[in-house]
């Protein structure tokens, strides 16, 4: 089975700074690549997704991830958090039979004010 | 509006007592999908449907049925529920054949005594 690794489970930040959460999976093949936000209380969201070309991907709020195929990694980034970030972060694979999808455990991001 | 809902929203039940969790999408997606969301593991497919009458095993199964007699309802069957089903169950629709953007449901919160 794949498997989709998130090492950072819980992430404290204060305003401003910089954010990257890893994101590495098991899969050799061709795959998709996503990152969600839940905010608290609320249902999954889609922050960005990788299917071919350009390697650096921007999504919604000013969330950024590389895709470094040789790392087999997806990893997220922000250059300047704001405390409306708080929230849990899930990176998610595609991989093989592109209708199953795969989740890491999720990171947990609070942002002081 | 384009949404997939889900019914209930929070379920309390007991032991043995066959319960069913609902989904619908308005989006006419072919692929819907459910997961569960338990604390440190992130999101478990558990089963997923390409189209009407088709579906198909994800990563955790045991325990649960599903149907798919029409495109836009996804139900979850739990016939005989136990404790350890206990979790957050997400229902979740794409569209745009094997790169569209999964959209999720709100979440049903079940406890099972």
């Known amino acids: 089975a794949q498997s989709v690794s998130q090492h950072n489970h819980h992430v404290i930040l204060s305003e401003a700074a910089s954010l990257e959460l890893g994101c590495n999976y098991s899969?050799?093949?061709?795959?998709?690549l996503f990152w969600y936000v839940q905010y608290p209380g609320q249902h999954l969201q889609l922050l960005l997704k990788y299917f071919s070309g350009d390697p650096l991907v921007k999504g919604i709020k000013g969330f950024e991830a590389e895709f470094i195929k040789s790392k087999f990694s997806f990893n997220l980034r922000k250059p300047s958090v704001q405390w409306s970030d708080t929230a849990e972060y899930f990176c998610a694979v595609n991989a093989g039979n592109f209708n199953k999808f795969y989740f890491g455990s999720g990171t947990k991001l609070n942002v002081k004010p | 509006e384009a949404q997939v809902t889900q019914n209930p929203r929070y379920l309390i039940t007991v032991t043995g007592k066959k319960l069913t969790v609902t989904c619908s999408q308005n989006?006419?997606?072919?692929?819907m999908s459910w997961y569960r969301q338990d604390p440190g593991l992130g999101l478990r497919q558990i089963y997923y449907?390409?189209?009407?009458?088709?579906?198909d095993k994800g990563d955790v199964p045991e325990g649960y049925k599903v149907s798919r007699k029409e495109k836009r309802n996804f139900p979850l069957i739990l016939e005989s529920p136990s404790p350890n089903q206990t979790s957050l169950y997400f229902c979740?629709?794409?569209?745009?054949?094997?790169?569209?953007?999964?959209?999720f449901g709100p979440g049903t919160r079940l406890t099972v005594l």
């Open positions: 979740a629709s794409r569209g745009q054949g094997l790169i569209g953007t999964q959209y």
């Open positions: 449907s390409m189209n009407v009458e088709v579906t």
């Open positions: 899969y050799g093949g061709t795959v998709n």
């Open positions: 989006m006419n997606h072919e692929y």
